[in-house]
Every structure is written in structure tokens, then in C-alpha cells.
């Protein structure tokens, strides 16, 4: 069973930036492809970005591109989101998302595709 466990959140003016983080723990980190999706007031979860076990594959949505990027350190089984830029409609509470991977290359876009999930964390953008 593995756990998720995210962090950095806050409250940011437009323009600005923040670092969020992802602990896992009870698992095999090394085989588990992740992602970060978010979910604002009145709105669906969606996708935000996903990278493959390995780190070397990476993909994130339109939204953020060239603003976000994923990153992930193995040796403590962490992902990172770095999000540059941020604009008011980047609001919402942040979930980190785990699935065990068919290949080191592989990533996954869709929630129905992660097994594990953690708590969230709010990120609010002031204009």
C-alpha cells in the first residue's frame, strides 16, 4: 500500500511561485509512475502533469506548459511540481497520484489510471 503525503501549498500573488512536494512511502517508489492533478471549486479533477518512474519522460497539460514542471528525486521518494508564473485560475487544492508502471518510460494522463492518491494541497493565486 503506498502512502502520498503532499506539501507546499499556500496562498501566492499572481506572478509568483511555489514548490510542491509528494512523499511516498509503503511501496517500491522506483517502479511508480506519478502524477499531479488538481481540482478547483465547482470543477472536475484534471490533469496537471505526469512523469515515468525513471524521470526521463515527462508530460503536462496545455494549461501549464512552459510554467510547471515535474520533477522527481528516487532517493526520496519524492515529486516535485515547481510552478512558475501562477495565475489566479491555477487555484485549487493540488493531489499527488501513484500507479505502478509498465515501463520506466511510461506515463499516465488519466486519473482512472493511478491507484493511490494523497490528501491535497490548497494552492490559492491572488490577482
Known amino acids: 500500500q503506498v502512502q502520498l503525503v503532499e506539501s507546499g501549498g499556500g496562498l501566492v500573488q499572481a506572478g509568483g511561485s511555489l514548490r510542491l512536494s509528494c512523499a511516498a512511502s509503503?511501496?517500491?517508489?522506483?517502479?511508480?509512475?506519478m502524477g499531479w492533478f488538481r481540482q478547483a471549486p465547482g470543477k472536475e479533477r484534471e490533469f496537471v502533469a505526469a512523469i515515468s518512474w525513471s524521470g526521463a519522460s515527462t508530460a503536462s497539460a496545455d494549461s501549464v506548459k512552459g510554467r510547471f514542471t515535474i520533477s522527481m528525486d528516487n532517493a526520496k521518494n519524492t515529486v516535485y511540481l515547481q510552478m512558475n508564473s501562477l495565475k489566479p485560475e491555477d487555484t485549487a487544492v493540488y493531489y499527488c497520484a501513484a500507479t505502478f508502471s509498465r515501463g520506466r518510460s511510461w506515463y499516465y494522463l488519466r486519473l482512472s489510471d493511478y491507484d493511490y492518491w494523497g490528501q491535497g494541497t490548497q494552492v490559492t493565486v491572488s490577482s
Open positions: 509503503g511501496g517500491t517508489f522506483s517502479r511508480y509512475a
